[in-house]
């Protein structure tokens, strides 16, 4: 499979998450998000150099994939995306901080490595937070949650146009691909064969772009995008919020690395 078309399997598997059943789908989505941002900025506000308090926060990505039946190993494949950009910003850390912490077994462990091992926990669980959210809710349902924010409607509308047509630009690209595979006899893409593809997905998708517009334009567009659907929030909806934002900041304010190596609490 190429890369386009596996690209676009991938958003295809995702729309296929979100439109489960469960009972974290059925959750309003403003609800999901308030609580996945407090989640981001909590793990975000420890120390450069925590790492045993970052851990407890597992339990909610994890609980709410369980529940709304997100495959363990889709997660996983997620966060190895972004490893190599992560590894590449932690690397600089330990070449630059070299201050000896601790001893592991004959080794000496340096703030730097503490500090990327940090970094690597806490975008584990960032990642795992918002592709969670994604899947159990959708792009639409979340933009209507942006909206229903104050994001700015200009922003929303890109949002929803952007994704839309990611699907559109990606069948294209895979149809390239394709046809250079049928004529090119088994020769490798060239990086000049490459760059006039792209031209050519470019020329193409300006074409489309320009015909997509003067067709809104044509059906009364005025810079909304009306759904059917309406947000509406129920007293369940405010529990399980309540509820989870109740446990998050519980495990911010309790040092959970002390307790687990038997100092209490700070």
Same mark, same amino acid.
């Given at each position: 499979?190429?890369?386009?078309?596996?690209?676009?399997?991938?958003?295809g598997r995702?729309?296929?998450?979100a439109?489960g059943?469960?009972?974290?789908?059925?959750?309003?989505?403003?609800?999901?998000?308030?609580?996945?941002?407090?989640f981001?900025?909590?793990?975000?506000?420890?120390?450069?150099?925590?790492?045993?308090? #970052?851990l407890?926060?597992? @339990?909610? !990505? /994890? &609980?709410? =994939?369980a +529940?709304?039946?997100?495959?363990? $190993?889709?997660? %996983?494949?997620?966060v190895?995306?972004?490893?190599?950009?992560?590894?590449?910003?932690?690397?600089?850390?330990?070449?630059?901080?070299?201050?000896?912490v601790?001893?592991?077994?004959?080794?000496?462990v340096?703030?730097?490595?503490v500090t990327c091992?940090?970094?690597?926990v806490?975008?584990?669980?960032?990642?795992?937070?918002?592709?969670?959210? #994604?899947?159990?809710?959708? @792009?639409? !349902? /979340? &933009?209507r =949650?942006? +909206?229903?924010?104050?994001?700015? $409607?200009?922003? %929303?509308?890109?949002?929803?146009?952007?994704?839309?047509?990611?699907?559109?630009?990606?069948e294209?690209?895979?149809?390239?691909?394709?046809?250079?595979?049928?004529?090119s006899?088994?020769?490798?893409?060239?990086?000049?064969?490459?760059?006039?593809?792209?031209?050519?997905?470019?020329?193409?998708?300006?074409?489309?772009?320009?015909?997509?517009?003067?067709?809104?334009r044509c059906?009364?567009?005025d810079?909304?995008?009306?759904?059917?659907?309406?947000?509406?929030?129920?007293?369940?909806?405010?529990?399980?919020?309540?509820?989870?934002?109740?446990?998050?900041?519980?495990?911010r304010?309790?040092?959970?690395?002390?307790l687990?190596a038997?100092?209490g609490?700070?």
């Open positions: 499979m190429n890369t386009p078309a596996a690209a676009l399997a991938e958003l995702l729309d296929r998450l439109a059943t469960s009972g974290i789908h059925t959750l309003d989505p403003r609800g999901k998000l308030l609580v996945t941002l407090a981001i900025v909590l793990v975000l506000s420890y120390p450069p150099r925590e790492i045993g308090a #970052l407890p926060f597992a @339990v909610f !990505p /994890l &609980a709410l =994939a +529940a709304g039946g997100v495959p363990v $190993r889709y997660l %996983v494949t997620r190895l995306w972004t490893l190599p950009l992560v590894l590449f910003l932690g690397a600089s850390n330990i070449w630059f901080d070299r201050m000896p601790a001893t592991l077994g004959g080794m000496t340096t703030a730097g490595m091992a940090s970094l690597l806490r975008v584990a669980l960032t990642v795992t937070a918002a592709t969670v959210l #994604l899947a159990t809710t959708g @792009v639409s !349902p /979340l &933009a =949650a942006l +909206a229903a924010c104050g994001v700015p $409607r200009v922003m %929303v509308v890109q949002l929803m146009l952007v994704y839309r047509y990611l699907f559109v630009v990606l294209q690209l895979a149809q390239l691909r394709g046809a250079f595979a049928l004529r006899a088994g020769r490798p893409l060239t990086l000049r064969v490459a760059g006039h593809l792209l031209a050519r997905l470019l020329l193409r998708s300006m074409d489309r772009a320009a015909r997509v517009h003067y067709a809104m059906r009364g567009f810079g909304t995008i009306r759904l059917a659907r309406t947000l509406r929030w129920t007293l369940r909806d405010t529990a399980v919020t309540g509820a989870w934002l109740a446990v998050l900041l519980t495990l304010v309790t040092a959970w690395d002390r687990l038997g100092g609490m700070a």
